[in-house]
């Protein structure tokens, strides 16, 4: 294959050093061109091994920190993982796993990070995590406390940690979007144990 960069190394490119380094066989620069560049993809070849630390972030979680399923009530609504998470992520709700423990039977895990600046710590979250039922539907738990990233101790000391303020702000969501629920008390919530742990995928929880 002729170099595309031959009869003119003075003034060559890294464009031009790279398409003779790397092993690009008979492929011709105008194949590349509607799509990506040979430059583009190595601009954010650093993406593929990032997707596979944080597939491996989610693993550790599972593995190593996961404890029982708190006593605190529950929501009880009749949909699937899928238009829960459609439901409070167009109420500025966003995946929340990464930044907390691994609760046995947990399918759902996310948050909503609030500023208030009345408070002796500025962040905090809402934070929703969700549970198969037994017959069909998830179970909903929410509680407010401070924000893990910003306030890592006041969060691990559990400071101001509100179950009724998270559900409260939940039900308001559900209201205003017409989701039928029912209340569960802590007796009435699935029971979970290390051999009915469900497992999902790095996307939920």
């Given at each position: 294959m002729t170099s595309r960069s031959d009869g003119h190394r003075g003034g060559e490119t890294l464009a031009d050093r790279l398409w003779d380094v790397l092993p690009f066989g008979s492929v011709t620069q105008s194949q590349f061109e509607p799509a990506y560049t040979i430059l583009d993809r190595l601009r954010t070849i650093h993406r593929a091994p990032l997707r596979n630390l944080r597939h491996s972030l989610w693993w550790i979680r599972k593995t190593f920190f996961t404890r029982p399923r708190s006593e605190t009530p529950a929501y009880l609504v009749d949909m699937t993982k899928p238009e829960v998470v459609r439901l409070f992520g167009r109420n500025h709700f966003e995946p929340g796993w990464e930044l907390s423990y691994n609760y046995l039977g947990e399918v759902l895990?996310?948050?909503r990070v609030e500023y208030h600046e009345d408070k002796p710590y500025e962040w905090w979250q809402v934070h929703i995590r969700g549970y198969l039922h037994d017959d069909g539907g998830i179970?909903?738990?929410?509680?407010?406390?401070?924000?893990?990233?910003?306030?890592?101790?006041?969060?691990?000391?559990?400071?101001?940690?509100?179950?009724?303020?998270?559900?409260?702000?939940?039900?308001?969501?559900?209201?205003?979007?017409?989701?039928?629920?029912?209340?569960?008390?802590?007796d009435e919530v699935a029971t979970v144990t290390d051999s009915t742990d469900r497992s999902v995928d790095a996307g939920g929880a």
């Open positions: 895990n996310l948050r179970e909903l738990s929410a509680h407010f406390e401070t924000e893990p990233s910003e306030h890592p101790d006041a969060h691990v000391s559990m400071y101001g940690l509100d179950v009724e303020y998270g559900m409260d702000e939940i039900q308001v969501i559900m209201n205003e979007e017409g989701v039928e629920y029912t209340h569960l008390s802590p």
